[in-house]
């Protein structure tokens, strides 16, 4: 199983661990963690590292 931990762009703060769904909707990234989790953040996918398991949000 591969999660990930979606972090801010700027600010490197972290916004979800244990991410295991992102869906965009419009100019809005919806994160999903493992239990059910539900995050949605004003912004865009900036990066994706599957390496390092790392999600980079471009926050609006």
Same mark, same amino acid.
Do not use: P
């Given at each position: 199983?591969?999660? !990930? *931990? !979606?972090?801010? $762009? &700027?600010?490197?703060?972290?916004?979800? $661990? *244990?991410?295991?769904?992102?869906? &965009?909707?419009?100019?809005? +990234?919806?994160?999903?963690?493992?239990?059910?989790? +539900?995050?949605? +953040?004003?912004? $865009?996918? !900036?990066?994706?590292?599957?390496? $390092? *398991?790392? +999600?980079? &949000?471009? &926050? !609006?």
């Amino acid at each position: 199983m591969c999660l !990930a *931990n !979606a972090y801010d $762009e &700027v600010s490197q703060a972290l916004l979800m $661990e *244990n991410t295991k769904t992102i869906d &965009v909707d419009g100019d809005t +990234v919806i994160l999903t963690d493992l239990f059910g989790g +539900v995050k949605r +953040v004003k912004g $865009e996918i !900036a990066h994706i590292d599957l390496e $390092e *398991n790392r +999600v980079i &949000v471009k &926050v !609006a």
